[in-house]
């Protein structure tokens, strides 16, 4: 019997998310800077010698048990794990069943806005790599990770999630047509990155949402040459150039400015993006202190990332504290998705 665990990181999506989504960066190419934190998703594969597949995501308490058999119907629950299970049998196994247990979970629920969904597929592929011994770069796990999320399970969304979970620290990303991302590694000096930590506060705001109905509108917009969401991605993108800017020349005025300017653009993507509930807490965290605000990943719901100074840290605390919602604390990490063997 074999056993091997794998984790992956979940990132903040700091600028320019949006413009990694076809089919606007397949005609105009995107820009994203985002940051992996302490946050993981986690799997564990067994192998087994009865012939069975067994897969469990103990943070939803859903199980999937079946006979191994060389593809599941990646229908129902636990569509992630199928999804993985057959491109890895398909690509890497002759076409021959697996006989595994797959258990994984997560420190963020899907439809957070940290990327949970795509960075757990990352860390199940991680975990069958070591499994399987496979010889694939950090490229390649990315991409084949996308590939199974956006065109063999045909969830919608765009690409920086995997990469950023499979490569990890702070990264400015260029999304090209035909799958071509180029992924540059920021080296960001230690007291910046301090700065920041000191300076974002990330705000879970209870409501987990499904991405794939705001981004399916995002995309609508898109290709119906909606020029309100076109010049809002546009701006989105150049935002990410110029908040890489700020943060390796350490000018966190100026990224508090392009976290707001941003989170402008990105309400004029699609008509969910934003809610009351939503408004209201940047509202009470404006009042707070906080310089400016902004939700990570598609909208909705999920975490809100904000931005003040560290001496109004504890004020806005309390504020939010005091809200139906909770804070999570957090720092920054440089490591991507990494398996060991027991």
């Known amino acids: 019997m074999t056993i091997v665990r794998s984790r992956a990181p979940l990132r903040l999506g700091l600028a320019g998310g949006g413009s990694d989504v076809p089919p606007y960066s397949d005609l105009h190419g995107g820009a994203v ?56 049998v398909q690509d890497f196994n002759g076409g021959r069943p697996l006989s595994v247990t797959v258990t994984t979970f997560s420190d963020a ?67 090209h047509a035909g799958d071509h991302v180029i992924v540059n590694p920021l080296r960001v000096k230690t007291w910046i990155l301090n700065e920041l930590e000191a300076s974002l506060i990330l705000y879970f705001t209870g409501v987990s949402r499904e991405s794939d109905n705001i981004i399916a509108e995002q995309m609508r917009n ?68 906080a310089y400016s605000g902004k939700v990570s990943g598609a909208g909705g719901g999920g975490f809100i990332m904000l931005m003040v100074d560290p001496v109004r840290r504890m004020e806005l605390l309390r504020t939010l504290n005091a809200l139906p919602g909770r804070v999570v604390h957090f720092h920054f990490v440089s490591q991507g998705a990494h398996a060991w063997r027991l």
């Open 109 to 175: 629920p899907a439809g957070s806005g940290l990327g949970s969904s795509s960075t757990l597929v990352v860390a199940m592929v991680t975990a069958y790599a070591e499994l399987l011994r496979l010889p694939l770069g950090e490229y390649d796990i990315a991409h084949l990770s996308f590939e199974i999320e956006r065109r063999d399970l045909g969830l919608r969304g765009g690409g920086q999630d995997q990469y950023a979970a499979t490569f990890g620290g702070v990264n400015f990303m260029e999304f």
């Open 222 to 289: 898109f290709a119906s040459g909606n020029d309100r969401s076109l010049e809002a991605v546009h701006a989105l993108k150049a935002d990410a150039g110029a908040m890489k800017e700020a943060v390796l020349r350490g000018n966190l005025e100026d990224f508090a400015l392009i976290l707001g300017r941003s989170w402008e653009a990105k309400r004029r993507l699609a008509s969910n993006i934003s809610n009351p509930e939503i408004e209201a807490v940047l509202e009470r965290a404006r009042a707070a202190g």
């Open 33 to 88: 800077l985002n940051a992996t934190i302490n946050l993981s998703a986690f799997c564990t594969i067994q192998s087994n010698d009865d012939g069975q597949i067994r897969f469990v995501a103990a943070d939803r308490e859903e199980v999937f048990e079946t006979t191994a058999e060389p593809r599941l119907d990646s229908s129902g629950e636990l569509i992630l794990h199928k999804g993985v299970y057959n491109r890895i």
